[in-house]
């Protein structure tokens, strides 16, 4: 099955900065990578998608960009607020086609005011 | 639209007792989910549904059943509680067709003691 691993497992940036987390999957036939958002106590929620057909994907201050080749994705944040503060949880389709998901670790972001 | 929902939000069990841990979702989604979710671990995949009457295995199924006998609930059932199975509990759905977003629960809180 497919494999994701997440790095770092902690993040902590300076309020305005940029953050960026970093997911690596076993899989080439995946073709569907999310990132969920999940605070202290509250259910796991999208924030971003994409799919293997493109490179790279925004949406206001954050972004994704896939690299196949390498089999890795990221997670970038710009301009971080105090409400950015979260675990983020990427995640790989489990093949082509799948609608099962595999999840990495987690991320804990801290964004310091 | 509710969503998905879980009952009940939080739940003590002695070791040994059984309980089911209810999941419903009223956006005629196809595919449901049951995920638990440890520290640091991440969300793994207890077992999920592919529609009605289909189940199958995720990566962690043992001490736990599923059943799907209508499109909006899918219960998870634990038999024999163990304290390994504390944990929090999270059931998602997605639509299919093509669209492989989950959406999440509020999850279950259990604590096996």
């Known amino acids: 099955g497919e494999n994701v691993e997440q790095h770092p497992s902690t993040l902590s940036v300076q309020e305005g900065d940029s953050a960026v987390i970093k997911c690596t999957y076993s899989?080439?036939?995946?073709?569907?990578f999310p990132w969920y958002k999940q605070e202290l106590g509250k259910r796991p929620q999208l924030i971003i998608d994409?799919?293997?057909?493109?490179g790279e994907k925004k949406d206001q201050r954050i972004a994704v960009t896939l690299n196949k080749t390498a089999k890795h994705f990221s997670l970038h944040i710009t301009e971080t607020q105090p409400e950015d503060s979260a675990v983020y949880f990427c995640?790989?389709?489990?093949?082509?086609?799948?609608?099962?998901?595999?999840f990495g670790k987690g991320t804990k972001l801290s964004v310091i005011p | 639209n509710a969503g998905v929902t879980q009952t009940p939000k939080f739940r003590i069990l002695k070791i040994g007792q059984s309980m089911t841990l209810q999941c419903t979702q009223d956006?005629?989604?196809?595919?449901m989910y049951w995920y638990r979710q440890d520290p640091g671990m991440g969300l793994k995949l207890i077992y999920y549904?592919?529609?009605?009457?289909?189940?199958d295995k995720g990566e962690v199924p043992n001490g736990y059943n599923v059943s799907r006998s209508t499109t909006e609930d899918f219960p998870l059932r634990l038999e024999l509680a163990a304290p390994s199975q504390t944990s929090v509990y999270f059931c998602?759905?997605?639509?299919?067709?093509?669209?492989?977003?989950?959406?999440f629960g509020a999850g279950t809180r259990l604590s096996v003691l």
């Open positions: 998602a759905s997605s639509p299919g067709g093509g669209k492989n977003i989950q959406y």
């Open positions: 899989d080439s036939a995946s073709n569907y």
């Open positions: 994409i799919r293997s057909n493109v």
């Open positions: 995640a790989a389709s489990e093949g082509a086609g799948s609608y099962q998901l595999t």
């Open positions: 956006m005629n989604h196809n595919y």
């Open positions: 549904s592919v529609g009605a009457g289909i189940t």
